[in-house]
Each structure stands twice: as C-alpha cells, then as structure tokens.
C-alpha cells in the first residue's frame, strides 16, 4: 500500500464506529509523516484539530485522547472552543480530561469558566477542571482574577442548590460552594 492509500485509509478510519480502531487511526495519523515529512504530520495534525468540531463525540473523544497522550499543547485552545460549543453540551468530559495532560497555565478564567457553566448539569466536566486547577500553575493578570471573582460571587449564593447540594451535609463526592471557594481562593492568593 502506498503512502497516499495508507493516509486515505486512516483518515477514513477515523470515523470506524469502533472506538479502538478510529483511535488507533488517530493516534497513526498524528504521527504519520514522522520527522523526515514534517508538512505532512502538520496537515496530518491540523485534520484532527479540525475534527474537534466534528458532530459525531466519539470522533472528537479518539481526537482529544491522541492529544492528551502525546501532550499535544496546541490542541489547547481548540479543545476549549469544542468545550463551549453548545451542540457538545452532553459530550464534552473526554475533551476536558484531554486538557489535563496539556499546558494550560495562561487558561485559567476559561477554566473556571467551564467550572461555572457545568453548575448543575455535568459533574464530570466539573471534576476534570478542577484537577486541572489543582495540578497546573497559571500566569493571569490582576483584570483576569477581578473577572473570576466577582463570577464567583455572583454564583456562590445560588451554587449549592443548582447542584442539588444539601446545604451544611454535602456528600463526599459533592463539589459544594466550600470546595469551588477554597480553588478560587487558591488562584486569587498568586
């Protein structure tokens, strides 16, 4: 098989409805082109970053899997448009745990950000940001911080009751108003 058909036959079995084998096409076309064809591993790459908009969730989840085991930095911005994209509202968990492995130290107000919207409808999301929160360092500036505080104390009131958090006993796995304010008082204290 030529070059041209093995690329033809991975981009087409990206889209495999066999998870393993749209992964397994992902993760060859990330790397196909190798160092000695670096134009083609870059278009290669660019294909996948534009699946990230792809309807189908399970071709974005094989996309941002291959990202966070190659620790793919410039799928960060790129994920996070996928993130917010309302049309992946019910999808989006695997493409936040790819930000975990990937440097998101000027992210920050975007990451509490997606904290904030999940308020109620997605724990996962929620769960997955603050680990990246808790393991990542972050540059902001002092407008940055303003921003994510006052948000805050907008939703802070109102926090507990839109995740269905018995006030004064959250459950162990409850990520309760106490908890998001030790993570904002962290960031806002460096």
């Not at 992946?88 to 107000?109: E, H, I, S």
């Not at 975007?110 to 360092?137: C, K, M, P, R």
Request: hydrophobic share 40%; net charge positive; proline share 3%.
């Amino acid at each position: 098989m030529s070059k041209k058909d093995r690329l033809t036959y991975l981009k087409s079995a990206v889209f495999s409805a066999d998870r393993n084998e749209a992964r397994n096409a992902c993760y060859r076309l990330f790397h196909f082109g190798g160092r000695f064809h670096k134009t083609t591993q870059r278009r290669n790459r660019r294909f996948l970053l534009d699946l990230l908009v792809h309807e189908n969730a399970q071709v974005r989840n094989a996309v941002a899997i291959v990202f966070r085991e190659n620790r793919f930095n410039h799928a960060v911005i790129p994920l996070l448009k996928a993130i917010k994209n309302p049309a992946n509202l019910q999808n989006r968990g695997t493409l936040v745990y790819a930000l975990q492995a990937l440097n998101c130290r000027k992210k920050l107000v975007e990451l509490f950000e997606i904290v904030f919207e999940a308020a109620g409808n997605n724990w996962e999301v929620q769960q997955h940001v603050l680990t990246v929160l808790d393991e990542q360092s972050f540059v902001t500036t002092p407008a940055e911080l303003r921003h994510i505080k006052q948000r805050w104390e907008d939703l802070r009131p109102s926090w507990n009751r839109i995740n269905n958090i018995t006030a004064g006993a959250p459950a162990r796995y409850d990520l309760d108003d106490t908890l998001i304010q030790s993570f904002i008082d962290e960031h806002l204290t460096h």
